[in-house]
């Protein structure tokens, strides 16, 4: 656990400021917004805005990537120019128009350009998230005088990560409630409202932090040690081209000693070794933030039934911040003392150690990816077409035609298929069907398979209706039932109603009518008369057959054409504990180290390159899904992790020349370390402040002087 070193006065302490409840408020709110809009976002970009899921892990990780890019933004402008009040008041009214625009968007009776709409709203709350980021916790900070508060600063921390992660673990669990157990505009389900009810309390979040105006302590800019590290290196770097000749120093950074001064120029020697130990910490990110895409995309093929609850796919995303309250302690107090009797205790040591387990995160899902396969419907090859008759009628059929493996009879309200017949090119079958029972006419007729098509036939008492058939899961996971009616046109109020009661009008004669249900029981009904049942669950594609008549009664068949998820979610465990075991050693022993080898003047620096490390992860899965290696998501899994094991070999390798440095203490004031009741420790790292360090204090999120 990151140590911070607070000065202390023997003063008594003052009294607690009032403005810290308006900005964990504050915080609570935006966390909120950020995490509820981030969890539903892939399903959003391939249901609503029709992205195929390599475009929407594309979108998805650009997204991320930007928001821990413009940190650096928001800090340079905090430090330089505006100050943290100001760039978090600003950057929060952009935020807050970003996530406005991406509620407006999901409603389809505004019909406004959907796709442009959520790219320029997600492009605004990027910039809002990722530029407050870095100044919200350090304004918290700024409200302590030092060092007589040291204590109470201590306090404000830990409630400031019991805020993140409040705010995170309640959007990630209510979010999908929104979006799938509410139904709005018409449609199954309501992203409208998912996406609106974060932005409202991210307009809440704004009202609350100008409600505190008055209360706060505003400290002016007061310049940004990254310009300083780079007006060094510049330095440097001319000095060297100049001087290297005529006056040869030991180290290159040493050119920089006549304008940048002596300790600036130590200082900066040893970030840079430091930050050639970050080199290799992107692929960690990379890995580590497909949670939110592609292991969502997973669970969508799942089945996510327990205890009469059903799951939703992109509520697993709690289960790691969930796991974070727990595994934190078990982490401290167990297991790294029993790491430390076999010799690993060192940081290093347990970053590489971290690493592998994020490896070993996908290779489970990978193993979990290849399950799906073999139970998942084979996709239909290009050259190949699938057929199916449904017969609506009360009586059999046989055909009478070329078309490979029609021998049999199909039954009354019963199915034939033959999938994947080979149709290098458009083929036509004539066919003549006769039944002996003389309550059905004989017809005929003729059988167009086209390559990678489906194509179903729907026997009916006024002839042959053709439909091309889809027998695909949906992108959401839910049922879908395909209702075929053999019935007088008088009979024409039915209605399909699920286990929300959520009716859906049927269309008489269109037969390529498909209705999402929710997992449960969907009723048929003719006007107010019950006419048949069909039991259905996530993933499986059903087509219901019914015959008959009001006067005589009706007859009905349910057939399973695809048959629903069979592996549950909750496989899924196994891969997010290992990656948030991964998290834990990687994320929270990285700061450690940053933080313990740092000299006090470059840790705001540190941690900026810390979150672009973040950033540069997200890019790299942008690559790899744009470059798209493989057909199977199984082998880009394993590619992930295989990439991860080499990038911790040439860690490994950086690491064994480094020496672990000691910094000396302030012998200006006495000392205590406090390590603050972190339950969130990620956003503790990622809500680090890069700016300045001249505010008398530290912590995790916030930087000052020793």
């Known amino acids: 656990m990151v140590s911070s070193v607070l000065k202390i006065s023997e003063k008594a302490p003052s009294e607690y400021p009032k403005s810290v409840a308006f900005i964990i408020s504050n915080e609570f709110c935006e966390r909120f917004n950020y995490y509820g809009l981030r969890t539903i976002l892939v399903l959003y970009l391939t249901t609503k805005l029709h992205y195929d899921k390599d475009t929407a892990t594309v979108l998805f990780h650009i997204f991320t990537m930007l928001v821990y890019l413009f940190p650096l933004v928001g800090a340079i402008i905090a430090d330089s120019w505006l100050g943290k009040f100001r760039t978090i008041l600003y950057l929060s009214m952009v935020y807050a128009l970003g996530g406005v625009i991406v509620s407006l968007g999901a409603i389809p009776l505004l019909q406004l350009p959907v796709k442009e709409i959520t790219i320029l709203g997600l492009t605004l709350i990027a910039l809002g998230t990722g530029g407050i980021k870095p100044c919200v916790s350090a304004f918290g900070g700024d409200q302590f005088r030092m060092p007589e508060q040291a204590k109470q600063l201590a306090t404000f921390f830990s409630l400031f990560y019991f805020a993140i992660n409040a705010g995170s673990t309640i959007s990630t669990t209510i979010t999908p409630i929104l979006r799938e157990d509410v139904h709005c505009f018409g449609d199954k389900n309501c992203f409208s409202l998912a996406f609106s009810v974060p932005a409202m309390l991210m307009l809440l979040s704004v009202v609350i932090f100008v409600a505190g105006r008055k209360l706060y302590v505003v400290k002016p800019p007061a310049g940004n040690m990254i310009f300083g590290v780079s007006k060094c290196i510049s330095d440097a770097i001319g000095s060297w081209r100049r001087e290297r000749k005529t006056n040869p120093r030991k180290h290159w950074l040493d050119y920089a000693e006549a304008k940048s001064g002596q300790k600036m120029v130590a200082d900066t020697k040893v970030l840079l070794k430091i930050l050639t130990l970050f080199l290799p910490f992107p692929v960690f990110w990379a890995l580590f933030d497909q949670q939110g895409s592609r292991w969502t995309f997973q669970a969508t093929r799942m089945n996510g039934e327990i205890f009469g609850y059903v799951i939703k796919p992109d509520q697993m995303q709690v289960v790691n911040p969930l796991l974070i309250l727990g595994m934190i302690p078990l982490f401290t107090y167990v297991l790294y003392p029993i790491l430390a009797k076999v010799g690993i205790k060192r940081p290093l040591q347990k970053l590489t150690l971290g690493?592998?387990?994020?490896?070993?995160?996908?290779?489970?899902?990978?193993?979990?990816?290849?399950?799906?396969?073999?139970?998942?419907?084979?996709?239909?090859?290009?050259?190949?077409?699938?057929?199916?008759?449904?017969n609506g009628m009360p009586c059999a059929?046989?055909?009478?035609?070329?078309?490979?493996?029609?021998?049999?009879?199909?039954?009354?309200?019963?199915?034939?298929?033959?999938?994947?017949?080979?149709?290098?090119?458009?083929?036509?079958y004539p066919f003549n069907a006769t039944s002996a029972d003389k309550r059905c006419k004989n017809f005929s007729g003729t059988f167009r398979l086209t390559p990678g098509k489906e194509t179903s036939y729907f026997i009916y008492s006024d002839g042959v209706q053709e439909f091309i058939d889809s027998t695909g899961k949906t992108k959401l996971g839910n049922p879908t039932v395909r209702v075929l009616l053999n019935v007088p046109a008088e009979d024409s109020a039915f209605t399909l109603t699920d286990a929300v009661e959520t009716a859906v009008p049927l269309i008489l004669r269109n037969a390529s009518q498909v209705v999402n249900v929710v997992h449960g029981e969907s009723e048929l009904k003719m006007a107010d008369t019950k006419i048949a049942t069909v039991n259905t669950k996530g993933g499986?594609?059903?087509?219901?057959?019914?015959?008959?008549?009001?006067?005589?009664?009706?007859?009905?068949?349910?057939?399973?054409?695809?048959?629903?998820?069979?592996?549950?979610?909750?496989?899924?465990?196994?891969?997010?504990?290992?990656?948030?075991?991964?998290?834990?050693?990687?994320s929270v022993t990285g700061l450690e180290f940053s933080y313990t080898q740092a000299p006090p003047s470059m840790t705001s620096v540190l941690q900026a390159c810390w979150?672009?490390?973040?950033s540069i992860g997200?890019?790299?899965?942008?690559?790899?899904?744009?470059?798209?290696?493989?057909?199977?998501?199984?082998?880009?899994?394993?590619?992930?992790?295989?990439?991860?094991?080499?990038?911790?070999?040439?860690?490994?390798?950086?690491?064994?020349?480094?020496?672990?440095?000691?910094?000396?203490?302030?012998?200006?004031?006495?000392?205590?370390?406090?390590?603050?009741?972190?339950?969130?420790?990620r956003e503790a790292e990622r809500e680090t402040y890069t700016g300045n360090r001249g505010n008398g204090h530290m912590n995790e999120a916030y930087e000052g002087e020793r």
């Open 611 to 614: 979150l672009l490390s973040v």
């Open 618 to 681: 997200n890019m790299l899965v942008v690559v790899i899904a744009e470059l798209k290696f493989f057909e199977s998501q199984a082998a880009e899994f394993a590619l992930f992790a295989g990439l991860m094991i080499v990038d911790m070999f040439i860690f490994i390798l950086l690491t064994i020349p480094y020496k672990y440095v000691e910094h000396g203490e302030d012998p200006e004031a006495n000392q205590v370390v406090v390590t603050p009741n972190n339950p969130k420790q």
């Open 355 to 390: 690493g592998l387990l994020a490896a070993i995160a996908f290779l489970l899902s990978a193993a979990l990816e290849v399950k799906l396969n073999e139970v998942d419907p084979a996709p239909l090859p290009e050259l190949g077409a699938n057929v199916r008759i449904y």
């Open 540 to 586: 499986g594609v059903y087509a219901l057959l019914v015959q008959g008549s009001l006067k005589d009664g009706y007859k009905s068949k349910t057939h399973v054409i695809t048959p629903p998820n069979s592996i549950h979610m909750m496989w899924q465990l196994p891969q997010i504990i290992v990656i948030t075991a991964a998290e834990i050693m990687f």
């Open 397 to 428: 059929y046989r055909f009478t035609t070329e078309l490979p493996n029609l021998s049999s009879a199909v039954e009354p309200l019963g199915l034939w298929e033959n999938k994947a017949l080979p149709v290098p090119k458009a083929v036509i």
